[in-house]
Structures are given as structure tokens and as C-alpha cells.
T-cell receptor
Framework: GAGVSQSPRYKVTKRGQDVALRCDPI?????LYWYRQALGQGPEFLTY????????KSGLPNDRFSAERPEGSISTLTIQRTEQRDSAMYRC????????????????FGPGTRLTVL | QKEVEQNSGPLSVPEGAIASLNCTYS??????FFWYRQYSGKSPELIMS????GDKEDGRFTAQLNKASQYVSLLIRDSQPSDSATYLC???????????????FGQGTILTVHP
């Protein structure tokens, strides 16, 4: 079946512009996670949703970052007034379960959106 | 102190050797642990998960967990050039005895297997 998809795959923007990054999870997956990955580092948690409810946004760097998942499927991560330090790979992952149980798969990652802020 | 730390790399091993990757974590209450493989320019891919102390084997991969020492490792036997990648250790979030999918990743260890 189809995996997690993200769009756009590449986004170049000028400092000060707003950007919206989209994640389309695997059909039926209830949990959706956003991570940011700098070059040479592991993914860093940003926020996650169970169904349409945002469970944890403790990883969002500041109030320029926001995310929504209004119908419990597609999610959008929005960055307002972008800055050069926002440049990174933004990764989305989805999971079929809210709770992690031994023997169940966890997260499937999408291909990511490479954001470059000039 | 970082929450999840991996042994510094890069790690280079000859083909056919055993590659050993190590990871320590700071939250003593953690219950779920994962190893992801990430090829250059690609997304992380889950290769092993472990929840109980001891060893868990899957083909050429063995994950080892020692909760008392807050240590998890990954052994790759009979390493192949196709195993060359970055290996990411990740720890799941535990609250009230239940594990959730929010992951904390280490910085990754680059493994190169040379012919």
C-alpha cells in the first residue's frame, strides 16, 4: 500500500515568508508525528497527534511553528516568518496505534520536506 | 546531558565482521527501544525494537537491552557493504507505565562496511 507522503519535497523560501508543509499518513494510521532533522543529527521531535487531537507540542521551537490535523488524517506544519535557522529536513511519521505494544510496529517515516530559507 | 547518546563514529568494519553499535539513555522509566537504519538521503527505517532485558535476534541483527545500566546495543553479524548507513537509536516515551510513540533519537552512528 501507499506509504507516508509529504509535500512539497523541496521548499526554498525567503526569510520572513510563511511556509506550509503537508503530511499525508498511511491510511488508517491514528497517530502522526512531526520531526525535524538537521544534517548529521537524529530526528528531533516537534509535535504529535492522536486522531485530530494535538497531544504534545513541547518540541515546537517557538510560537512561529504550529501544526494541525483537523480531520484526523492529513496534517499541516506551518512556519510563520521563516528564519535561516529553520532550514532543515522536516519529517513526518505515522503509526497505527496510540500505544506502543511489544510486537507491534511503530512508526513509518515519510520522505521528508527539505526546507531552505534564504 | 543528552537524553539518548550513541557511541561516536564513524565506525568502519570489514565485510563479514561483527559491527557493534551502542546507545545509552537517561530516563530510567523508559520501556521501548528502537534501532533505525538511515541510508544517505533517505528516511529512517525501523530494523529492530526491544522492550525486555536481554537479547532479541532477527536474522543478522541482535538487539541487547540492559535497563539497569540504561544501555541498548545493536550487533550486526556478517556485515555486508549494504549495511553501510547511519544507525539511529531511539527511545519511546513512557508515562504512567504506558509507552507512546513519541521518540527521542540519538545523534546516529555512521557505519561503513568495506569489502
Amino acid at each position: 500500500g501507499a506509504g507516508v507522503s509529504q509535500s512539497p519535497r523541496y521548499k526554498v523560501t525567503k526569510r520572513g515568508q510563511d511556509v506550509a508543509l503537508r503530511c499525508d499518513p498511511i491510511s488508517g494510521h491514528v497517530s502522526l508525528y512531526w520531526y525535524r532533522q538537521a544534517l548529521g543529527q537524529g530526528p528531533e521531535f516537534l509535535t504529535y497527534f492522536n486522531y485530530e487531537a494535538q497531544q504534545d507540542k513541547s518540541g515546537l521551537p517557538n510560537d512561529r511553528f504550529s501544526a494541525e490535523r483537523p480531520e484526523g488524517s492529513i496534517s499541516t506544519l506551518t512556519i510563520q516568518r521563516t528564519e535561516q535557522r529553520d532550514s532543515a529536513m522536516y519529517r513526518c511519521a505515522s503509526s497505527p496505534f496510540v500505544i506502543v505494544l511489544a510486537g507491534t510496529d511503530t512508526q513509518y517515516f515519510g520522505p521528508g520536506t527539505r526546507l531552505t530559507v534564504l | 546531558q543528552k537524553e539518548v547518546e550513541q557511541n561516536s563514529g564513524p565506525l568502519s568494519v570489514p565485510e563479514g565482521a561483527i559491527a557493534s553499535l551502542n546507545c545509552t539513555y537517561s530516563d530510567r522509566g523508559s520501556q521501548s527501544f528502537f534501532w533505525y537504519r538511515q541510508y544517505s538521503g533517505k528516511s529512517p527505517e525501523l530494523i529492530m525494537s526491544i522492550y525486555s532485558n536481554g537479547d532479541k535476534e532477527d536474522g543478522r541483527f541482535t538487539a541487547q537491552l540492559n535497563k539497569a545500566s540504561q544501555y541498548v546495543s545493536l550487533l550486526i553479524r556478517d556485515s555486508q557493504p549494504s549495511d553501510s548507513a547511519t544507525y539511529l537509536c531511539a527511545v519511546g516515551t513512557t508515562a504512567g507505565g504506558t509507552s507512546y510513540g513519541k521518540l527521542t533519537f540519538g545523534q546516529g552512528t555512521i557505519l561503513t562496511v568495506h569489502p
